[in-house]
């Protein structure tokens, strides 16, 4: 199984930065994909950034430049730099995982989520 530590959320001021981490650990071969998503207070759940093994990247369009997602392969770990920060920002952040295991089989994991909360 995978196991997913997330960190980095909290409260800041209009403007300011934050950093997410999610580090992964357990039982997997390899992660090919690791990405943030966020869900804001009554809102569905959406695609932030995601980034491949290879460090290819996919933002959604009001992201770009504002955020920037990367990777530690080493470390199995996904970052999430967020500048700039709005108070529409203010959010509920996940990680997602897709590892795969022994069998060759794709595995989705979520992380439990991380508080954001852009205010004055």
């Known amino acids: 199984q995978v196991q997913l530590v997330e960190s980095g959320g909290g409260w800041v001021q209009p403007g300011g930065s934050l950093r997410l981490s999610c580090a992964a650990s357990?039982?997997?071969?390899?992660?090919?994909?690791m990405g943030w998503y966020r869900q804001g207070s009554g809102k569905q759940r959406e695609l932030v950034a995601s980034?491949?093994?290879?460090?290819?990247?996919d933002y959604v369009d009001s992201m770009k430049g504002r955020f920037t997602i990367s990777r530690d392969n080493a470390k199995n770990t996904v970052y999430l730099q967020m500048n700039g920060l709005k108070p529409d920002h203010t959010a509920n952040y996940y990680c997602k995982v897709l590892s795969t295991n022994r069998r060759g089989d794709y595995v989705e994991v979520w992380g439990q989520g991380i508080l954001v909360t852009v205010s004055s």
């Open positions: 980034i491949t093994r290879r460090g290819m990247t």
């Open positions: 357990g039982s997997f071969v390899t992660i090919p994909n």
